[in-house]
């Protein structure tokens, strides 16, 4: 099968989508190494990627349901030596360890900011609901979205 999607703001043509191959092998088989592989089953968020602003487990996900989609993944937010809000907050508070669950944290993060650039820290946690992380303890995450809040409210 073919489909036509755009992944971080590109648009591609992209064939030899298999039926049942899911959006988080599809992103991966296409060098989108940031979407994590972590339990296949939606319950731990490292595949988090922005499908049409909206925050989807690619693991559960089928690329042939991505048809006409805008997707976002780690790699559209910002380059090193560039980095996105978000992800400079995060830098700056700690709350990168291992790295693993960063990328679906951040990507988490971004939905909720573009809709609300003042959550409350309950609204962070339920933003961030579906994301696991084992080295944290989640204090400076939730650290980390107040700040990225912050600075976006400032630059606008």
């Known amino acids: ?9 590109e648009k591609k043509e992209l064939t ?7 959006l988080l092998d599809f992103l991966r ?4 190494l ?3 592989d972590g339990c296949r089953d939606g319950q731990c968020g490292a595949c988090t990627v922005l499908v049409d602003g909206r925050p989807i487990s690619s693991c559960l996900y089928l690329a042939i349901r991505a048809e006409g989609k ?7 937010l910002g380059k090193p030596g560039n980095l996105n809000i978000i992800q400079q907050a995060f830098l700056e508070t ?8 960063t990328p679906g944290m951040i990507l ?7 809709k609300n650039s003042q959550p409350t820290e309950e609204e962070i946690k339920t933003a961030l609901d579906g994301n696991l992380c084992r ?15 912050t600075k976006i409210r400032q630059e606008r």
């Open 1 to 9: 099968m073919k489909i036509i999607v755009t992944i971080n703001d």
């Open 16 to 22: 030899l989508v298999h039926p049942l191959e899911t």
């Open 29 to 32: 088989r296409h060098y989108y």
């Open 34 to 36: 940031g979407v994590k």
């Open 70 to 76: 805008h997707i976002t993944t780690i790699e559209g």
């Open 94 to 101: 700690g709350a990168v360890q291992c790295g693993y669950c």
């Open 108 to 114: 988490s993060t971004k939905a909720l900011l573009d």
């Open 135 to 149: 080295c944290t303890g989640y204090v400076k995450i939730i650290e980390a979205v107040k700040l990225a809040a």
